[in-house]
């Protein structure tokens, strides 16, 4: 008579299953991490940040330290349309008075 072990199928589901969720959790502490650092740059921003028009310069991409990476902290903060069109009638008030 053959015996038939029934522990190796149930071992080998479970320790998938356990990889699994393994797997997930890091995947959450990560997003964690990256939270806690994008709140942590946040707090460190100002409210009520201005454009001083007549201070525009061009900057260097060497000078640049974050974000260098679409990962980085700041590499999904932008400033919106309407935003970026007063900052343009400022600069063009600016060059033509």
Do not use: H
């Amino acid at each position: 008579m053959k015996n038939i072990y029934l522990a190796s199928p149930l071992f080998n589901n479970g320790s998938n299953n356990l990889k699994t969720l393994i797997n997930k959790i890091d995947k959450v502490e990560r997003e964690i991490m990256l939270a806690e650092n994008i709140k942590r740059e946040i707090d460190k921003m100002k409210q009520g940040s201005i454009a001083l028009v007549n201070q525009i310069t061009t900057v260097s991409k060497i000078r640049i330290y974050n974000p260098k990476r679409n990962k980085d902290v700041l590499s999904d903060i932008r400033i919106s349309n309407k935003k970026l069109d007063l900052i343009d009638k400022a600069i063009i008030y600016g060059l033509t008075k």
